[in-house]
């Protein structure tokens, strides 16, 4: 069975610092790995997806994410943070064979200080 | 308008009642779905339907069932109930294809007193 595991439930930072959520994976097959954003009140957006290829992917807003396999992991970043990044965000898996069927991990609330 | 929409979007109710959660979506999309979002563990599937005539269990499926209308609906129903499904519901679409991601609702927020 797929899990997925976000280190920190809550992150602070400073507007301008780096953002870095960290995302880890458990997958019996080749994983296709997603980052989503959640603002308040809306529904989830695709920030990226991993699927085959590159393992570097960029996404919306300027965040990225590299796939890496050895330490099952699907880290997000973004050089520079921004107030407006101050959201929810969610990193998900699926296994592909089973469908689109996703895991999500518990979450990741950015707080973004002035 | 939205492509994918969720209707109540807030909803207040007793324990013991039966409650129906819509969503409908323009995105002509086969697959469809439906989570429940609570603090801390993120979303987990409760059904998922691939097309009109197929539809699964998540992982939650206990107390809840759904229906599939036709391509573009897909209703969510809590046949009696309880206080511990309170949480925030959310519907999804998705195309057919393994590597296609999923497309959310804004979500119905359900309290049950």
């Not at chain 2, 229906?67 to 309170?86: G, H, V, W, Y």
Request: with cysteine; hydrophobic share 35%; aromatic share 10%.
């Amino acid at each position: 069975a797929q899990s997925v595991t976000q280190l920190g439930s809550h992150v602070s930072v400073s507007e301008g610092a780096l953002v870095l959520l960290r995302c880890n994976y458990s997958s019996s097959v080749p994983p296709y790995l997603f980052w989503y954003v959640q603002y308040p009140n809306q529904g989830l957006q695709l920030l990226l997806k991993y699927t085959t290829g590159a393992t570097l992917v960029k996404g919306i807003n300027g965040f990225e994410a590299e796939f890496k396999k050895s330490e099952t992991s699907f880290h997000l970043t973004k050089p520079s943070a921004h107030m407006s990044d101050a959201a929810e965000y969610f990193c998900a898996v699926s296994e592909g064979a089973a469908g689109n069927k996703l895991t999500f991990g518990g979450g990741t609330r950015v707080l973004v200080k002035p | 308008d939205a492509d994918v929409t969720q209707t109540p979007r807030n909803r207040i109710t007793k324990t013991g009642k039966r409650i129906m959660l819509e969503c409908s979506q323009t995105k002509g999309h086969d697959r469809m779905y439906w989570y429940r979002q609570d603090p801390g563990l993120g979303l987990r599937l409760i059904y998922y339907s691939f097309d009109v005539k197929d539809i699964n269990k998540g992982e939650i499926s206990d107390g809840y069932s759904v229906s599939r209308q036709a391509q573009a609906k897909f209703s969510l129903s809590l046949e009696s109930a309880i206080p511990n499904q309170t949480a925030l519901y959310f519907c999804a679409t998705s195309d057919s294809g393994l590597r296609q991601p999923q497309h959310f609702g804004d979500g119905t927020r359900l309290s049950i007193l």
